[in-house]
């Protein structure tokens, strides 16, 4: 058998990567703002959590705030993906802003349960991760029925008014295997502990895992573009490593790519969280073959191709302005192999 050094060198470039539905919706909601209603416009917190997209929308006008006091009085706002609480949306009301509602409609559907279920007396387990942006806007939905439970080290802290009346709900952005384990050992101290109505972690979160975890064995090197604010993108970095992947790196762009990561690799894996747009995953492609990585394989284990709408708020008003809406993606459809690019 030949050296390492005489072995094809090859990329695994993981399928889906990238942009989900819920950050398609997002980020083409405040460009169409931009276009409609003219810069600048408003955005509580980072639109997604992705460097490169909020400095691309800032450069074209919106403006990023940390919080609803920073916008002008009746100025208009837009809300991230990642959703907020119902004090903020009372709090955009007392100083009369024009709302764009860019939540992930996946992560509403959280919401609803929370709300369902509070409104029931339950006790609500909210398995995610303190001060992450929807974690935020879930727990107040209802913060007095409603307890944050970051890992499955934590289940022994968690206390209950009734074990018969306790119900978990998540994050959408969360490490499957991580979430399961965290459920497995709460079952244990409570028996009765009920299943959320469908799957919280959103079916794009699941299928970059799923993708990960099918190339990771076979790589020496898995690199996954996206930020560090990104939970999902970090996930990724953790899933490739605990499926096999011999290193496992998170970076914003191709020029963090440290060159010493790929001395003796013969096969780099690929992949991108789901905020991250396409060009920066081409980039750091391209730089793999500046270093004779040039034979890319992409393996596939969903095809995503469902759609979100845009915003009512937002589509309403490009609807009597006579601007064409852009139908969004959103799915998966199982759909096994590999292809080469």
């Given at each position: 058998?030949?050296?390492?050094?005489?072995?094809?060198?090859?990329?695994?470039?993981?399928?889906?990567?990238?942009?989900?539905?819920?950050?398609?919706?997002?980020?083409?909601?405040?460009?169409?703002?931009?276009?409609?209603?003219?810069?600048?416009?408003?955005?509580?917190?980072?639109?997604?959590?992705?460097?490169?997209?909020?400095?691309?929308?800032?450069?074209?006008?919106?403006?990023?705030?940390?919080?609803?006091?920073?916008?002008?009085?009746?100025?208009?706002?837009?809300?991230?993906?990642?959703?907020?609480?119902?004090?903020?949306?009372?709090?955009?009301?007392?100083?009369?802003?024009?709302?764009?509602?860019?939540?992930?409609?996946?992560?509403?559907?959280?919401?609803?349960?929370?709300?369902?279920?509070?409104?029931?007396?339950?006790?609500?387990?909210?398995?995610?991760?303190?001060?992450?942006?929807?974690?935020?806007?879930?727990?107040?939905?209802?913060?007095?029925?409603?307890?944050?439970?970051?890992?499955?080290?934590?289940?022994?802290?968690?206390?209950?008014?009734?074990?018969?009346?306790?119900?978990?709900?998540?994050?959408?952005?969360?490490?499957?295997?991580?979430?399961?384990?965290?459920?497995?050992?709460?079952?244990?101290?409570?028996?009765?502990?009920?299943?959320?109505?469908?799957?919280?972690?959103?079916?794009?979160?699941?299928?970059?895992?799923?993708?990960?975890?099918?190339?990771?064995?076979?790589?020496?090197?898995?690199?996954?573009?996206?930020?560090?604010?990104?939970?999902?993108?970090?996930?990724?970095?953790?899933?490739?490593?605990?499926?096999?992947?011999?290193?496992s790196y998170r970076v914003d762009t191709a020029a963090e790519v440290d060159p010493t990561w790929l001395d003796g690799a013969s096969t780099v894996g690929v992949t991108s969280g789901a905020s991250v747009p396409e060009i920066l995953v081409r980039d750091v492609l391209a730089l793999l073959a500046?270093?004779?990585?040039?034979?890319?394989?992409?393996?596939?284990?969903?095809?995503?191709?469902?759609?979100?709408?845009?915003?009512?708020?937002?589509?309403?008003?490009?609807?009597?302005?006579?601007?064409?809406?852009?139908?969004?993606?959103?799915?998966?459809?199982?759909?096994?192999?590999?292809?080469?690019?």
């Amino acid at each position: 058998m030949g050296s390492v050094s005489e072995q094809r060198k090859r990329v695994l470039l993981a399928a889906p990567r990238g942009y989900c539905a819920g950050v398609d919706r997002a980020v083409i909601a405040v460009e169409k703002a931009l276009e409609h209603y003219g810069a600048p416009v408003y955005v509580r917190k980072e639109i997604v959590h992705n460097k490169y997209v909020v400095e691309t929308l800032a450069a074209r006008g919106a403006i990023f705030v940390s919080d609803t006091d920073e916008v002008p009085e009746g100025a208009r706002v837009v809300f991230s993906a990642h959703g907020v609480s119902p004090a903020v949306l009372a709090a955009a009301a007392a100083r009369s802003l024009l709302t764009i509602d860019a939540t992930c409609p996946l992560v509403t559907k959280v919401h609803k349960e929370a709300i369902r279920f509070a409104s029931d007396d339950y006790d609500i387990l909210l398995i995610g991760h303190s001060g992450h942006e929807e974690v935020e806007g879930t727990l107040g939905e209802a913060p007095e029925h409603i307890q944050v439970v970051e890992s499955p080290d934590e289940v022994d802290k968690v206390t209950v008014r009734d074990p018969e009346k306790l119900i978990w709900i998540s994050q959408t952005t969360l490490s499957v295997d991580e979430t399961m384990e965290t459920v497995r050992r709460l079952r244990e101290r409570f028996p009765s502990l009920q299943d959320p109505p469908s799957d919280d972690i959103c079916y794009a979160t699941q299928n970059r895992q799923v993708a990960v975890k099918k190339l990771a064995p076979e790589c020496d090197v898995v690199i996954t573009v996206g930020s560090a604010n990104s939970s999902n993108s970090v996930r990724l970095v953790e899933v490739a490593r605990d499926a096999g992947a011999r290193a496992s790196y998170r970076v914003d762009t191709a020029a963090e790519v440290d060159p010493t990561w790929l001395d003796g690799a013969s096969t780099v894996g690929v992949t991108s969280g789901a905020s991250v747009p396409e060009i920066l995953v081409r980039d750091v492609l391209a730089l793999l073959a500046s270093f004779g990585f040039e034979d890319v394989e992409e393996v596939r284990t969903a095809t995503e191709d469902l759609m979100f709408s845009l915003p009512k708020e937002l589509r309403s008003d490009l609807k009597a302005a006579g601007t064409p809406v852009p139908p969004l993606r959103r799915g998966a459809r199982p759909e096994l192999g590999v292809s080469r690019i």
